[in-house]
Every structure is written in structure tokens, then in C-alpha cells.
Nanobody, 126 residues
Framework: QVQLVESGGGLVQAGGSLRLSCAAS????????MGWFRQAPGKEREFVAA????????YYADSVKGRFTISRDNAKNTLYLQMMSLKPEDTAVYYC???????????????????WGQGTQVTVSS
């Protein structure tokens, strides 16, 4: 079982940048495929980005492609989301999620992940 704790959220002006971190503990981090999701007020939680556990392949929602970068540091048991050129519509609570060695990685599906962090708020002002 893995525990996840996000950090790095905050208030930023449109066009600015933030880097989110997700610290993992309790299990071997590099055995887990990881994802970032977000939920804005009144909306469903949506996929943002994901990274596989073995190949390091990355996947992005169209809305963030070219602006956000997901990465992982297995030595530090940490997942990152570098966010650039932020827009007001990026405002949401951001969650990291994990699934252990999935045979088929349905990375954009909420139900594909077994473990979730508590979330960190990102607010982008116009």
C-alpha cells in the first residue's frame, strides 16, 4: 500500500508557473504507475497527465499538452507536475494517484487508480 501527499499548490497569475509534487511512502514507488487529476468546483474530476511504471511513457490531456510536464524521481519517491503558461481554467484541486504494476494502464480513467492523495489547490487569477 502506498501513501501519497501532494504539495506545491498556490495562487498564481495567468501565464505563470507552478510545480506540484507528490511524495509517496509505504511501498516501492517504482512499482506504481502514476497520474495527476484535477477537480474544479461543480465539475467532475478529470485526467491531467500520467506516467507509466516501467517504460516511463507519459500521457497528457489535450487541454494541458505542451504546457504541463509530468515526471518522476524514483530515487526520491516523488512525482512531479510542472505547469507552465497557466490559465484561469486550470484552477482546481489537483490530485495524484497510483496503481501498482497495471497490466493495462487505462491512464485517463479515475477507476484505474487504487490510491489517491488529499489534493492541493491551484488557483490561477486572470
Amino acid at each position: 500500500q502506498v501513501q501519497l501527499v501532494e504539495s506545491g499548490g498556490g495562487l498564481v497569475q495567468a501565464g505563470g508557473s507552478l510545480r506540484l509534487s507528490c511524495a509517496a511512502s509505504g511501498s516501492t514507488f517504482n512499482n506504481y504507475a502514476m497520474g495527476w487529476f484535477r477537480q474544479a468546483p461543480g465539475k467532475e474530476r478529470e485526467f491531467v497527465a500520467a506516467i507509466s511504471w516501467s517504460s516511463g511513457n507519459t500521457y497528457y490531456a489535450d487541454s494541458v499538452k505542451g504546457r504541463f510536464t509530468i515526471s518522476r524521481d524514483n530515487a526520491k519517491n516523488t512525482l512531479y507536475l510542472q505547469m507552465m503558461s497557466l490559465k484561469p481554467e486550470d484552477t482546481a484541486v489537483y490530485y495524484c494517484a497510483a496503481v501498482k504494476k497495471p497490466n493495462n494502464f487505462y491512464y485517463s480513467n479515475n477507476d484505474a487508480y487504487d490510491y489517491w492523495g488529499q489534493g492541493t489547490q491551484v488557483t490561477v487569477s486572470s
